[in-house]
């Protein structure tokens, strides 16, 4: 069986399709992966065996130079990836069997369309729920159209972002699907979600509230990580008590010094060290003391089992990484799906919740506090050993066995 994978976005929604490759692989299928042409991306994918299917503009630019919540620029970078959809990877469908795609609207209903062109069986999948319209939870809001904000009849508002949504891609796709000989869509969401779109989150860490949408929700996708952490950070583990991590990974920051600084005080704060990740934030340290060190990219799932408390954005894969590590986190969130899992840390008690973007060093040494409560790294070891980790394989068994996704 052959499986395209299309993905677009930062690590979040490159890692998880990368697992679900080498599990594919692992179980005799065949696996190509359309994904941006960074270069930690490929170096990444080549350490896993995987060999990826440049598609798109590179993302860290892009990332680090929009300002948050703008729409500057929005329909050309949408019109874009639907392209490289409907170019780069129709080009690496070609014969396969079945396509899944990730990330944002334009590139899933790209890869659609390329699925239904080929006659290939389609899959939408998401690694988080925030984007999956539910009853239960407002719509996040989408770059330039807000929603009304005193409104709480929360379908009526999921029925005002799939208008919202048509108005700002419909057009554009249905121009390259006409090219494509295919007819016009009448909902871009509808479209590109289908009918039944997977979930790929852990039913413990993220459960889904049945909807009249047909999820199906796998459990998560994490790719395996076997690199040895780089001898500098191990001597500084092995040298004293166990650090405290902080990492904003892919997400950016307004004020990454100050950050950086309210973070490490904070930690002082408790007597601990520290471990700064400088991210694509470039966080940096403030002063060159010996409690400190600063570290690039590395492997999590190693690092996290050494340290005493996670301190990131929440991202899907950050906390699912620390969740299975069985390490309190303090998730301090930015925005998009990251308050969600801000709050299911805090509900699970598996860590704290910080009040805002922006952390101070007194209100973050108050979430560290919570954080390093014994009962709280004893509630996230019994987390740890109660969340699947088998996502991968039920998705790609999904896959090999021809299941009806659309």
């Given at each position: 069986m052959r499986v395209v994978l299309s993905t677009y976005g930062s690590r979040g929604a490159v890692e998880p399709m990368a697992g679900l490759?080498?599990?594919?692989?692992?179980?005799?299928?065949?696996?190509?992966m359309c994904a941006p042409p960074d270069e930690e991306f490929a170096v990444r994918l080549a350490g896993l065996g995987v060999e990826p299917v440049?598609?798109?503009?590179?993302?860290?630019?892009?990332?680090?130079?929009v300002?948050?919540?703008?729409?500057?620029?929005?329909?050309?970078?949408?019109?874009?990836?639907?392209?490289?959809?409907?170019?780069?990877?129709?080009?690496a469908a070609e014969g396969a069997d079945a396509l899944v795609a990730t990330g944002p609207l334009p590139v899933t209903a790209g890869a659609r369309s390329v699925a239904e062109k080929l006659g290939l069986r389609f899959v939408h999948a998401s690694h988080q729920p925030v984007s999956l319209p539910s009853p239960h939870r407002r719509p996040p809001a989408r770059r330039g159209r807000p929603l009304p904000p005193d409104a709480t009849d929360n379908q009526a508002l999921w029925d005002e972002d799939a208008a919202i949504a048509h108005t700002m891609f419909g057009e554009t796709l249905n121009t390259l699907r006409a090219g494509a000989g295919?007819?016009?869509?009448?909902?871009?969401?509808?479209?590109?979600?289908?009918?039944?779109?997977?979930?790929?989150?852990?039913?413990?860490?993220?459960?889904w509230q049945p909807t009249g949408l047909g999820v199906v929700q796998t459990g998560a996708w994490c790719a395996p990580d076997e690199r040895p952490l780089p001898a500098e950070l191990m001597e500084f583990l092995d040298d004293g008590p166990p650090p405290v991590y902080v990492g904003f990974g892919s997400t950016p920051l307004r004020a990454p010094e100050e950050v950086a600084r309210a973070a490490v005080a904070?930690?002082?704060?408790?007597?601990?060290?520290?471990?700064?990740?400088?991210?694509?934030?470039?966080?940096?340290?403030?002063?060159?003391?010996?409690?400190?060190?600063?570290?690039?990219?590395?492997?999590h799932q190693a690092l996290f089992r050494r340290v005493a408390a996670v301190v990131h954005h929440g991202s899907a894969g950050t906390t699912m990484t620390a969740t299975l590590a069985g390490v309190p986190q303090v998730v301090v969130a930015q925005g998009a799906d990251q308050p969600y899992w801000a709050g299911r840390v805090a509900d699970l008690g598996i860590g704290a919740a910080h009040e805002g973007p922006?952390?101070?060093?007194?209100?973050?040494?108050?979430?560290?506090r919570t954080a390093l409560a014994p009962q709280t790294r004893a509630r996230a070891a019994d987390v740890a050993a109660a969340v699947r980790t088998d996502g991968t394989t039920v998705a790609a068994r999904l896959l090999l066995a021809g299941a009806r996704t659309a």
């Open positions: 490759a080498v599990r594919l692989r692992e179980l005799g299928a065949e696996v190509r440049p598609a798109g503009s590179p993302v860290r630019p892009l990332v680090t130079s300002t948050p919540g703008s729409a500057e620029g929005l329909a050309q970078r949408a019109a874009d990836l639907m392209t490289a959809q409907f170019d780069t990877v129709a080009a295919l007819p016009p869509v009448h909902s871009v969401r509808g479209y590109a979600f289908t009918a039944h779109p997977w979930l790929a989150t852990d039913p413990l860490l993220s459960p904070a930690i002082r704060a408790h007597g601990r060290r520290a471990v700064v990740s400088r991210g694509w934030a470039e966080l940096g340290l403030a002063d060159g003391r010996d409690d400190c060190l600063l570290v690039g990219e590395v492997n922006a952390p101070a060093a007194e209100s973050l040494s108050a979430a560290l």
